[in-house]
């Protein structure tokens, strides 16, 4: 689930807000999955990964992350990236373009004090896509955090990522494969939008 | 559904097939769904699109579009890409990273002939992702290409792209999230195995 809190009252936004309602309604499972896709200047590399969507606060898209995981250094790198949704149960493709950045040190504080212990103490064991021996070591790393760490402070490693979409697309699937894509570009405080061929 | 074709017997392509397999047993909606983003050297932009596979052929996986798409020029400008699958029935993240370059002309044309007439229509009559009045302009455009066009003469500007590779990690969710995470990548001939932190 995405918590939305005071949408932004804009027609990408709005569009974006109906078809979740009516994707939740139909039973869509991992509706907050949302496909982040970066691009390393260093590596000269384009990665992507599923991350879980945590909240829609105004106009920022929100999850969270190890801050030191490569997808993090790549965003330092290149703070520009696309997020990627598909909701099976209404057949909608919904892509974003947009800057990034980190929340800030009080919001992750706050936010990590209301989550489950468990989670915690994986948030603080695992150092995120490290090499490990085995996958026995991942669950040895994490009983050792479960017993001994403060599981309700926020390591420093740890925190949001906040994006403000400038690109949204809209796309339909339909059974003829004449898809419905419709497009909206912020252009100074407008939204422009256009009607994109299949 | 995903076209295998003389897979390549090595360890990723293995595991890619049997998780396949799993997926399709337990009846996998949109099992060929593939998320490619791309990098735009000149607009310094990620871009991330679903495409269908259709095709593993010994080691590359194969999808066509419009040669002349964003996405193509995008390619073009950068030929690296990612490649992410993910598959709810079994709850696996698949994530590829890889060079990717344009089918054989001899290839496009026969496939193209193997095609339905009115997917043949679609890929003649639309300009990918250009600017049209109205979805109204989309459907009159097809109908036109349906009653004019040969429709199966592969025209030069659609075709397949096929990428091969270099990299693979298999993530497999738990419900406890210390989630099993396995990298593959190539250096030289070989297979290089890790385990990623989760």
Redesign the interface.
């Known amino acids: 689930m995405i918590k939305f809190i005071n949408l932004k009252k804009e027609i990408p936004y709005t569009i974006f807000r109906e078809k979740y309602e009516e994707a939740h309604r139909k039973g869509q499972?991992?509706i907050e999955?949302v496909?982040i896709?970066?691009?390393d200047c260093k590596k000269?590399?384009?990665?992507?990964?599923?991350v879980n969507l945590k909240f829609v606060d105004d106009g920022s898209f929100i999850f969270f992350s190890n801050y030191k995981s490569p997808k993090s250094l790549a965003f330092e790198s290149?703070n520009?990236?696309?997020?990627?949704l598909?909701w099976?149960s209404i057949n909608i493709?919904i892509?974003m373009?947009s800057k990034i950045s980190k929340t800030s040190l009080h919001f992750n504080k706050n936010y990590f004090k209301g989550r489950s212990l468990?989670?915690n103490a994986?948030a603080i064991s695992?150092?995120?896509?490290?090499?490990?021996?085995?996958?026995e070591?991942?669950?040895q790393?994490?009983s050792k955090a479960l017993n001994s760490s403060n599981l309700s402070e926020c390591p420093e490693y740890w925190g949001g990522f906040s994006f403000v979409p400038y690109y949204f697309e809209f796309w339909e699937g339909h059974k003829?494969?004449?898809n419905?894509?419709d497009a909206y570009e912020k252009v100074d405080d407008a939204w422009n939008h256009?009607?994109?061929?299949?």
Not at 80 to 84: D, V
Not at 126 to 135: G, K, M
Not at 194 to 198: A, G, K
């Open positions: 499972k991992n999955a496909a896709s970066s691009y000269k590399e384009v990665e992507s990964r599923f290149h520009q990236i696309s997020a990627l598909y099976d493709q892509r373009k468990k989670k994986l695992s150092h995120q896509s490290s090499y490990i021996e085995s996958y070591g991942v669950q790393n994490f003829s494969r004449l419905k894509r256009h009607v994109l061929q299949p």
